[in-house]
């Protein structure tokens, strides 16, 4: 079992590998955001309170629920980076970063937008919204951390520290709405005793959940396949792959 961990860990094993993966993540993240938008935008039907400015969670909680997904995930990587020291966590931690600022990015606009209309103000200092503000500072500074060090080694340190303590950011976001007072709604899915969202308008919004999901794994695959080729370009199979023509 071990030497199969210590050959999926290996770059040039997993660049193939991920290769082959791409378009079976790929064709169904295509095919599940066509129907997730829809669904979501056609046959769901208008909210009684806010009207059809509600769809606009279609985005927006997917788009939310991958930013702390992605940490996570992130956390996990460079845990056993630090811990067992697998080339291949570090990599994936790096190329994951710039895709969990873009979602929580795309969180924060969407919210913004939604907000507008809703509560009469683009942005208020909500326990949710700034928590997850400071996510995003903390994707940002996981990837300054690796930029402004110049010995890989000890900036792969720095960063997964970094991420290792924002951590406990994460919780905050997840329970924000009950922590404390907040004019941001508290959550309508995962109350299973009884669910506060019609299953009309829920089935689109997991629809989309699953659609971001393979988004971000196509996005993951793509960017550690270019990132393996970077790290690995002296090595000899990069140059029997250029010599090849099989980039």
Same mark, same amino acid.
């Given at each position: 079992?071990?030497?199969?961990?210590?050959?999926?860990?290996?770059?040039?094993?997993?660049?193939?590998?991920?290769?082959?993966?791409?378009?079976? &993540?790929?064709?169904?993240? $295509?095919? %599940? +955001?066509?129907?997730?938008?829809?669904?979501? @935008?056609?046959? *769901?039907? /208008? #909210?009684?309170?806010?009207?059809?400015?509600?769809?606009?969670?279609?985005?927006?909680?997917?788009?939310?629920?991958?930013?702390?997904?992605?940490?996570?995930?992130?956390?996990?990587?460079?845990?056993?980076?630090?811990?067992?020291?697998?080339?291949?966590?570090?990599?994936?931690?790096?190329?994951?970063?710039?895709?969990?600022?873009?979602?929580?990015?795309?969180?924060?606009?969407?919210?913004?937008?939604?907000?507008?209309?809703?509560?009469?103000?683009?942005?208020?200092?909500?326990?949710? &919204?700034?928590?997850?503000? $400071?996510? %995003? +500072?903390?994707?940002?500074?996981?990837?300054? @951390?690796?930029? *402004?060090? /110049? #010995?890989?080694?000890?900036?792969?340190?720095?960063?997964?520290?970094?991420?290792?303590?924002?951590?406990?950011?994460?919780?905050?976001?997840?329970?924000?709405?009950?922590?404390?007072?907040?004019?941001?709604?508290?959550?309508?899915?995962?109350?299973?005793?009884?669910?506060?969202?019609?299953?009309?308008?829920?089935?689109?919004?997991?629809?989309?959940?699953?659609?971001?999901?393979?988004?971000?794994?196509?996005?993951?695959?793509?960017?550690?396949?270019?990132?393996?080729?970077?790290?690995?370009?002296?090595?000899?199979?990069?140059?029997?792959?250029?010599?090849?023509?099989?980039?």
């Amino acid at each position: 079992m071990w030497a199969w961990i210590h050959r999926f860990g290996s770059p040039r094993y997993f660049y193939a590998f991920a290769g082959k993966l791409l378009p079976w &993540l790929a064709v169904p993240c $295509i095919i %599940l +955001f066509a129907v997730g938008l829809y669904l979501g @935008l056609v046959v *769901a039907p /208008g #909210d009684y309170e806010q009207g059809e400015s509600y769809r606009i969670i279609y985005v927006h909680v997917p788009s939310a629920w991958m930013s702390m997904f992605v940490y996570v995930l992130m956390a996990v990587f460079a845990t056993i980076g630090l811990i067992w020291r697998v080339k291949l966590a570090e990599v994936m931690a790096t190329a994951s970063a710039p895709i969990g600022a873009s979602f929580t990015f795309l969180a924060l606009v969407t919210g913004s937008i939604w907000g507008k209309p809703m509560w009469g103000t683009w942005w208020v200092w909500d326990a949710r &919204l700034t928590s997850e503000l $400071i996510l %995003l +500072f903390l994707y940002f500074g996981f990837m300054a @951390l690796q930029s *402004a060090i /110049g #010995d890989r080694q000890t900036a792969w340190r720095a960063a997964s520290i970094l991420l290792l303590v924002g951590v406990v950011n994460i919780p905050i976001i997840h329970y924000s709405v009950e922590w404390w007072y907040t004019l941001h709604q508290p959550a309508t899915i995962a109350k299973f005793g009884k669910p506060s969202i019609h299953v009309s308008m829920l089935i689109p919004l997991l629809v989309m959940a699953v659609a971001f999901k393979l988004f971000y794994f196509t996005v993951l695959m793509s960017r550690v396949r270019a990132e393996i080729l970077q790290r690995e370009r002296r090595t000899n199979w990069v140059r029997e792959l250029v010599s090849g023509g099989e980039l």
